[in-house]
Nanobody
Framework: QVQLVESGGGSVQAGGSLRLSCAAS????????MGWFRQAPGKEREGVAT???????RYTDSVKGRFTISKDNAKNTLYMQMNSLKPEDTSMYYC????????????????????WGQGTQVTVSS
């Protein structure tokens, strides 16, 4: 069965950095479109970034230039480097996957991703 386990969250001051990791197991990792999503209290879950097997990436506008999504297929791990963090980045961050090699057409849609991790909390203080 598909398992996604996030780590790397924490508390930082504005302007700081964190790197999130998502360890995947239970499927052929390299054949999946992967993504990071986040959900703040009282808000809907939103897409942050996706990356597919072809290296194509997509970012929500608010994180462009600050966050970088990457994959290490040998380690079955998805990463997201988050720099210049802002208080509005405070959320629970989730890793997710969709069983297709390309993310084309999925956008940052939450409903397009069927497998989810348990989340890791990121808190940015001003």
């Amino acid at each position: 069965q598909v398992q996604l386990v996030e780590s790397g969250g924490g508390s930082v001051q504005a302007g700081g950095s964190l790197r999130l990791s998502c360890a995947a197991s239970g499927y052929t990792y390299s054949e999946y479109c992967m993504g990071w999503f986040r959900q703040a209290p009282g808000k809907e879950r939103e897409g942050v970034a996706t990356r597919d097997n072809f290296g194509s990436t997509r970012y929500t506008d608010s994180v462009k230039g600050r966050f970088t999504i990457s994959k290490d297929n040998a380690k079955n791990t998805l990463y997201m480097q988050m720099n210049s963090l802002k208080p509005e980045d405070t959320s629970m961050y989730y890793c997710a996957s969709a069983p297709r090699t390309s993310c084309y057409g999925l956008g940052l849609s939450v409903r397009a991703f069927g497998y989810w991790g348990q989340g890791t909390q990121v808190t940015v203080s001003s």
